[in-house]
């Protein structure tokens, strides 16, 4: 088995300010994934990284940078935090293919 | 583009089979479905998968699922369900691509599990 662990569980910033999150497997997966949570609805997928150094947009990019250094971590930013984006942020990380997609347990950010 | 339909919230009593219906709609021949179940603390806990070319239902412990893919249809049963399996249940869509599962969400449903 292995975990993936996110950190800060949580956040607080104030508006305009640039906030990183970041997210740390041990499953040693290839490809990891950043998704945002709103109050009582789905994920909508911000980032993933299929390798090392890859980054591929997802539905919900804009505003956000994100970085994969190493196959094991993959962080976000928030690029100048909104007061309407307070969510939850959720990596996860999986081989690709027909394999199960495990998650973190997810940052809260909250925007003062 | 890609869609996943869940009913908003249900109920059951302890000991009592529970079914959770998900619709979707997808144009790819070759796809993945994904249950989850969210706890209180926002954790999201991986429950079982169903691939589009297995005919066979899956099973893994007290969760099975009927996928019924000529109606793009799948449901998720939980059997001889329990107060502690009162949570969100996420139903999600994966597209495959190489290397990569980019996962479409349903919007959950709330199951609450009465002693």
């Known amino acids: 088995g292995g975990i993936i662990t996110q950190t800060p569980k949580f956040l607080i910033g104030q508006e305009g300010q640039k906030l990183t999150l970041k997210c740390q497997q041990n499953?040693?997966?290839?490809?990891m994934y950043w998704y945002r949570q709103d109050s009582g609805k789905g994920l909508r997928l911000i980032y993933y990284s299929i390798t090392e150094n890859d980054l591929q947009k997802g539905d919900l990019s804009e505003g956000y940078d994100a970085s994969r250094e190493k196959k094991s971590s993959f962080s976000l930013t928030v690029t100048s935090a909104q007061k309407n984006e307070m969510a939850v942020f959720l990596c996860?990380?999986?081989?690709?293919?027909?394999?199960?997609?495990?998650f973190g347990k997810g940052t809260r950010l909250t925007v003062v | 583009a890609q869609r996943v339909t869940q009913v908003q919230s249900t109920g059951s009593s302890q000991w009592g089979e529970v079914t959770l219906d998900c619709s979707y709609e997808?144009?790819?021949?070759?796809?993945?479905i994904l249950w989850y179940r969210q706890l209180f603390s926002g954790e999201m806990v991986f429950l079982i998968y169903?691939?589009?070319?297995?005919?066979q239902n899956q099973r893994s412990g007290h969760y099975s699922v009927v996928f019924q893919k000529s109606f793009k249809s799948i449901s998720l049963v939980i059997s001889a369900s329990q107060p502690e399996d009162s949570g969100t249940y996420f139903c999600?869509?994966?597209?495959?691509?190489?290397?990569?599962?980019?996962?479409?969400f349903g919007k959950g449903t709330v199951l609450l599990v009465s002693p």
């Open positions: 499953f040693n997966h290839d490809t």
């Open positions: 997808t144009s790819e021949y070759s796809y993945l």
């Open positions: 996860a990380s999986s081989m690709g293919g027909y394999t199960e997609v495990f």
């Open positions: 169903q691939p589009s070319f297995d005919t």
């Open positions: 999600a869509l994966s597209e495959l691509g190489s290397g990569y599962n980019k996962l479409t």
